[in-house]
């Protein structure tokens, strides 16, 4: 993981943002990513119950309990990601081509979520890329807040259910 300096607290203590390297021989070899814990996410907890989900065998929530070193990173990112928006001075600058948001998670809510605008806003150089099963977060975001869609961001809404589109009041999700 790489740390990225995003502030320091009333002690003077620096405060870290983990971004994520993958792996080689994984099928996002090479790549960078930005998450959250999974275990902290209430979203994922209530749907990884569901019988018959995808979230039922969540991938990421075995490789955090597999991979215990990486849950205090991933806290922590949830901490500083989900409690405030972070001074656009403090955003990373991401020295990538394409970045992605959550391989280990998902969005937690609007703050977490207005975070990641600002850093593709900040990184328009990167092509940044979040699947996600909350699309009613960055419905909020950009239907009662006023946020726009960066160019550079490509969305994917993902289906709870295999082989399911994902649909709200009935109709296909269209961000």
């Known amino acids: 993981m790489k740390n990225i300096l995003i502030d320091r607290n009333k002690k003077n203590e620096v405060i870290l943002?983990?971004?994520t390297k993958h792996s080689d021989g994984t099928k996002m070899d090479?790549?960078?990513s930005l998450n959250t814990s999974c275990l902290l996410n209430t979203r994922c907890q209530k749907r990884k119950a569901i019988k018959g989900s995808i979230c039922e065998k969540c991938f990421a929530f075995a490789q955090l309990n597999r991979y215990t070193n990486m849950q205090d990173p991933l806290e922590?990112?949830?901490?500083?990601?989900?409690?405030?928006?972070?001074k656009k001075e403090y955003l990373p600058f991401i020295n990538a081509s394409i970045f992605r948001f959550e391989s280990f998670g998902d969005l937690n809510n609007e703050t977490q979520f207005i975070n990641y605008l600002n850093i593709?806003?900040?990184?328009?150089?990167?092509?940044?890329?979040?699947?996600?099963?909350?699309?009613?977060?960055?419905?909020?975001?950009?239907?009662?807040?006023?946020y726009k869609k960066p160019k550079n961001l490509i969305i994917i809404v993902s289906s709870l259910f295999l082989n399911d589109v994902f649909k709200t009041n009935g109709h296909p999700v269209n961000l």
């Open 120 to 146: 593709c806003k900040k990184n328009k150089q990167t092509t940044f890329a979040i699947w996600t099963k909350n699309a009613d977060i960055m419905g909020k975001v950009f239907n009662e807040l006023g």
């Open 30 to 32: 090479g790549m960078y």
């Open 17 to 19: 943002l983990h971004i």
């Open 76 to 86: 922590i990112n949830t901490q500083l990601l989900t409690s405030s928006i972070i």
